[in-house]
């Protein structure tokens, strides 16, 4: 098959073009709104038309939802098929998720069952995967260099979401209303595979919280669902900034961590900041060669498995990982990789693998075999397109 991709600089579009690659089909890569940030939707829509009308493709991707797309493939009766891969995705709101020629693969089974009903026959649920090929090839060219560098006791790559926290950017909230939320956001620190915030808030709240910041800008022609924008984008992303701060600060008190991050690290005295890794070239590596890789789930990613578990498992890394309610489903704890459900927890299994590095080994490779298995990209896309055609 021929497809017509829409790059917009994901992490995962390289991985999928090279899937779908592997797969046999030809990827038309359409590369505008990647290089220029200023891509307007009106040049997006122009520019996709003159090409649809120029040249015959069995179906349009993209990485998340451009309603925009939609709107054109409804147009020229072409299928629109993409892959949500992030949460929040406030796009998902447009009333172009109901068009009949989409076919929107989501991977958190929460916001799945969230906009399923609105278009029960053209949404799917399929979770993330790894570039298997890609991550063999980085790590069988494993130097000494790499060894020396790369690693690590603890290490963790990753934002630690203090830069793009639209939280500390709030200033015209009432002390009492703020403190109702800061009470929400200690509240859901501390529960692990369940996120109850969204339901929590009322519609008197969020009208409160509308009428001192004003509205989240939504598109024409979309759902305005304002308590998912004050539950995700803004109380919830605080609550990662939380969460990732904290346990970071408190692991680095017992523990060497390395951190690579742009993220701003002076109030952890005690990280070993090693600023940005390069995600092609270095980051296989790291997942590999450090004794325990950690993933902090953002909250906004509500039952689904973040990239960063695949990534870890695919790179032969053991991985200690936040619960979230899905994880079962794919893996089996203490066996493919480790689980912590507090910060005493988690603590305390560092601690145990630290000191145990057969067993760490053991569920490593356990964790690689069965990513290798099941989950790579290639066995992804091709999921995706018997479940599409």
Same mark, same amino acid.
């Given at each position: 098959m021929k497809l017509l991709f829409y790059r917009y600089n994901s992490i995962c579009e390289e991985d999928m073009i090279a899937a779908f690659t592997a797969l046999g089909h030809t990827v038309r890569q359409e590369s505008a709104k990647k290089n220029n940030t200023l891509h307007s939707p009106k040049d997006s829509i122009q520019l996709i038309s003159s090409i649809l009308i120029k040249e015959q493709f069995d179906f349009v991707y993209s990485v998340n939802f451009f309603p925009i797309l939609s709107e054109v493939c409804k147009i020229f009766h072409i299928p629109y098929l993409c892959f949500i891969v992030d949460s929040p995705v406030l796009e998902l709101y447009s009333n172009a998720i109901q068009n009949s020629t989409n076919r929107i693969f989501f991977f958190d089974?929460?916001?799945?069952?969230?906009?399923? *009903?609105?278009? *029960?026959?053209?949404?799917?649920?399929? *979770?993330?995967?790894?570039?298997?090929?890609?991550?063999?090839?980085?790590?069988?060219?494993i130097q000494s260099a790499d060894i020396q560098k790369f690693s690590h006791d603890v290490s963790f790559i990753g934002s630690l979401y203090s830069e793009k926290c639209p939280y500390n950017d709030l200033k015209n909230i009432p002390d009492n209303m703020r403190g109702f939320f800061d009470g929400l956001i200690e509240a859901q620190l501390k529960i692990y595979g369940y996120n109850f915030i969204e339901e929590l808030l009322t519609d008197e709240i969020v009208e409160k919280f509308n009428s001192y910041e004003g509205h989240y800008p939504f598109p024409d022609y979309a759902e305005h669902n304002e308590k998912a924008v004050l539950a995700h984008l803004f109380l919830n992303t605080k609550v990662a900034e939380q969460e990732r701060h904290r346990l970071l600060k408190t692991l680095s008190e017992h523990f060497q961590v390395s951190v690579y991050t742009g993220s701003d690290t002076s109030s952890l005295p005690h990280i070993h900041n090693c600023g940005l890794a390069n995600t092609i070239l270095e980051m296989p590596k790291i997942f590999h060669l450090s004794k325990i890789n950690l993933n902090i789930t953002a909250k906004p990613i509500r039952s689904?498995?973040?990239l960063r578990i695949w990534d870890v498992l695919g790179c032969g890394g053991f991985l200690i990982s936040n619960y979230q309610p899905e994880l079962e489903d794919f893996f089996e704890p203490g066996v493919d990789l480790e689980v912590?459900?507090?910060?005493?927890?988690?603590?305390?299994?560092?601690?145990y693998y630290l000191k145990h590095p057969k067993e760490r080994e053991q569920i490593a490779q356990n964790g690689y075999n069965k990513v290798l298995t099941y989950h790579s990209y290639v066995k992804r896309m091709r999921q995706l397109l018997e479940t599409v055609f």
């Open positions: 089974k929460a916001l799945y069952h969230e906009f399923y *009903p609105k278009n *029960p026959d053209c949404i799917f649920y399929m *979770p993330l995967a790894t570039n298997m090929e890609r991550n063999n090839k980085i790590c069988s060219q689904g498995l973040s912590y459900s507090s910060q005493e927890d988690l603590l305390m299994k560092t601690d």
